[in-house]
């Protein structure tokens, strides 16, 4: 059963699993939130087994789990994988941002 509190493209599904290629069997990559940025918040991505004792969410596309402490400020999001002339990146689209940075790293709710 697909989850509905985030949702994945194709292509950021894709660049979420070469990434995690390189790592061991299993392991997923995590997005939570911190305090901190211009905005107020900043995603974080990081990889689930640097945090075994929490209880993480179900995996989207095999790929990625949430911090469950960040699930009520990323519910709703989209995250795709963009590639432009500076650079790529995931980019979190976030409805229920009510101001974001330049860079897209940091939002305020």
């Known amino acids: 059963m697909?989850?509905?509190?985030?949702?994945?493209?194709?292509?950021?599904?894709?660049?979420?699993?070469?990434?995690?290629?390189?790592?061991?069997p299993n392991m997923k990559m995590r997005l939570?939130?911190?305090?901190?940025?211009?905005?107020g918040f900043q995603y974080?991505?990081?990889?689930?087994?640097?945090?075994?004792?929490?209880?993480?969410?179900?995996?989207?596309?095999?790929?990625?789990?949430?911090?469950?402490?960040?699930?009520?400020y990323i519910a709703g999001c989209t995250i795709d994988y963009v590639e432009e002339l500076g650079g790529s990146y995931l980019k979190i689209i976030n409805p229920n941002a009510t101001a974001s940075c330049g860079c897209g790293e940091s939002f305020a709710i």
């Open 32 to 39: 939570s939130i911190s305090g901190g940025g211009c905005s």
């Open 44 to 72: 974080v991505w990081d990889f689930k087994d640097k945090w075994p004792d929490v209880q993480w969410s179900e995996p989207y596309k095999e790929c990625l789990v949430l911090d469950p402490m960040a699930e009520m």
């Open 2 to 24: 697909e989850q509905t509190a985030v949702k994945i493209t194709k292509n950021a599904a894709e660049k979420i699993k070469n990434l995690l290629a390189n790592e061991e």
